[in-house]
């Protein structure tokens, strides 16, 4: 019903408008924006994902997105929970949108945007930037693009404080991107990351497993996590989708068994015992 009410809407208003994406945060949604539409229709995008974030985050802690696009992640960590993000997004047209989301919902003193790539070196890179929230690192092959800035996780991240929860989701990059941040990933303060592992990384001749293995090197495993009943499973299972990798796994439990009520739609994430 949602979906049938935006389609038909959107044909009548064709304008962007700003709805409630959660009791305590709103997000601005357009015709076209695939991602702020997912939330629209689901109430969260990237469900399980989201849903951790929104249990896992405390407002005393920073949180860091790479790959932000139009914020959906950045609005959840400092609208919602109240945390300091850095919010990382390459494509001018996009990060402008990214920036609308944060002065609708207040919180420019809490987030600090950043308009470039990020990778394994500092320099310059050939992004897309007509493909929505698929934008990458433009290929050989790849000749609609534009010239972005790059640095790396490390240099962007060099001064107080270390996030305890990152996102990173730059579609195929993942692997320059942690080259770039092995810094970072050996900071205590960092308990959780949130990577896109979909075998998008093929386009640049990565193999996917490399990432699992280093950041398994700098102590983090793999999880799955379920949001209403607030179960943290270890697995095995990489790609296909977004893969949670966690250290100091006690510390993370009880964070999450003591976190509040969430109200996405008209579902409660149930609080029961992990």
């Known amino acids: 019903m949602r979906f049938l009410s935006w389609q038909i809407s959107i044909r009548i208003n064709p304008y962007p408008i700003v709805y409630n994406f959660t009791k305590l945060s709103k997000l601005i949604v357009g015709r076209g924006m695939t991602g702020a539409t997912g939330n629209y229709y689901c109430g969260l995008h990237e469900f399980s994902d989201m849903g951790f974030l929104l249990h896992f985050l405390r407002s005393e802690d920073s949180f860091v997105d790479i790959g932000a696009n139009?914020?959906?992640?950045?609005?959840?960590?400092?609208?919602?929970?109240?945390?300091?993000?850095?919010?990382?997004?390459?494509?001018?047209?996009?990060?402008?949108?990214?920036?609308?989301?944060?002065?609708?919902?207040?919180?420019?003193?809490?987030?600090q945007?950043?308009?470039?790539?990020?990778?394994?070196?500092?320099?310059?890179?050939?992004?897309?930037?007509?493909?929505?929230?698929?934008?990458?690192?433009?290929?050989?092959?790849?000749?609609?693009?534009?010239?972005?800035?790059?640095?790396?996780?490390?240099?962007?991240?060099?001064?107080?404080?270390?996030?305890?929860?990152?996102?990173?989701?730059?579609?195929?990059y993942e692997t320059e991107v942690i080259r770039g941040a092995q810094e970072t990933l050996l900071k205590n303060e960092l308990k959780a990351t949130i990577i896109e592992l979909n075998g998008s990384g093929l386009r640049y001749g990565y193999n996917e497993l490399d990432i699992h293995n280093n950041l398994g090197a700098a102590g983090f495993k793999s999880y799955s996590y379920g949001p209403f009943n607030r179960v943290i499973q270890e697995t095995e299972r990489i790609g296909g989708l977004n893969t949670i990798y966690l250290r100091d796994i006690d510390f993370v439990r009880d964070r999450i068994a003591k976190s509040p009520f969430v109200e996405i739609l008209v579902k409660n994430f149930r609080q029961t015992r992990y």
């Not at 950045?74 to 990060?95: D, M, Q, R, Y």
């Not at 897309?128 to 240099?155: G, M, P």
């Open 70 to 111: 139009i914020g959906s992640y950045t609005i959840l960590a400092s609208a919602h929970i109240g945390a300091s993000s850095i919010s990382i997004e390459p494509v001018k047209s996009t990060f402008d949108q990214l920036i609308n989301n944060i002065l609708i919902n207040n919180i420019q003193n809490k987030v």
């Open 113 to 172: 945007s950043l308009n470039v790539a990020v990778g394994s070196s500092q320099g310059e890179i050939n992004f897309t930037s007509s493909l929505d929230t698929v934008n990458h690192v433009a290929t050989q092959n790849e000749k609609d693009f534009i010239q972005i800035k790059v640095d790396t996780f490390d240099t962007l991240l060099k001064y107080p404080p270390t996030p305890q929860l990152s996102k990173i989701d730059v579609e195929g």
